[in-house]
């Protein structure tokens, strides 16, 4: 099984809302991921988490907090987007954060800040 | 100077041809390479890793030369379906980060009958 799951699939929010975004995996990866996409661009690497501990910060703006609760699970919390924020957001894990692995993309979650 | 060059196409291509792209990667430190294919709109789906002794899958091989550091996807007999944009994707250990993914910007191919 190498599927990441990903709620919600599409989220509208506002300028002041606060909204969560969820990712899942159960085949035991060690390292989580989230990326920020945008039209016609490859994704772009904002947070990893190894063993469930921040790694990596690409100096993402405070406004998105990441929280990985446990092995399984990557959140990513949302407060006071900028329209510039709308993307497709995607989770990916990998078996650990290694260069020598590949990494498994979740089917993302696609943000629109109005 | 970008770490993953690859051609943005787009290529258009009638069913049953042969098609090739390729991409270049800077670090000479880079691990390891993937193929990842993404439909519009969808995640990117890995398609295969690429190995220096060239590996095969069904109607798709990929290349990799370390010493030029290029790295090839050839599809042979395309099908509708072969319609996505692909990545190039390389990692790369960068100081005490242990493995990082590169991105190519994609290249679209279209397949059409």
């Known amino acids: 099984d190498t599927e990441v799951t990903q709620t919600p699939k599409h989220l509208v929010m506002g300028m002041t809302n606060k909204k969560s975004l969820k990712c899942e995996q159960h085949?035991?990866?060690?390292?989580m991921y989230w990326y920020k996409q945008k039209a016609k661009k490859p994704p772009e690497l904002m947070f990893v988490y190894s063993y469930e501990k921040l790694s990596i910060n690409e100096s993402v703006p405070s406004r998105f907090s990441p929280e990985c609760p446990n092995s399984s699970l990557l959140n990513l919390h949302l407060h006071a987007l900028q329209p510039e924020d709308s993307a497709l957001y995607l989770c990916a894990s990998s078996h650990d954060w290694s260069s020598y692995n590949e990494q498994f993309f979740g089917p993302g979650t696609r943000l629109t800040v109005l | 100077r970008k770490e993953v060059e690859q051609d943005p196409g787009p290529f258009n291509v009638p069913e049953g041809a042969t098609v090739a792209f390729n991409c270049t990667y800077s670090n000479s430190a880079s691990q390891s390479f993937f193929w990842y294919r993404q439909d519009c709109r969808k995640e990117p789906k890995l398609l295969m890793s690429v190995y220096s002794s060239g590996n095969e899958d069904g109607r798709f091989t990929a290349q990799l030369n370390r010493a030029s550091q290029y790295i090839s996807l050839l599809i042979r007999d395309s099908k509708l379906s072969d319609s996505a944009t692909y990545l190039c994707?390389?990692?790369?250990?960068?100081?005490?980060?242990?493995?990082?993914?590169?991105f190519g910007r994609g290249t679209q191919l279209t397949v059409w009958p």
């Open positions: 085949m035991g990866h060690r390292a």
């Open positions: 994707v390389v990692n790369t250990p960068r100081g005490s980060t242990l493995g990082r993914l590169y």
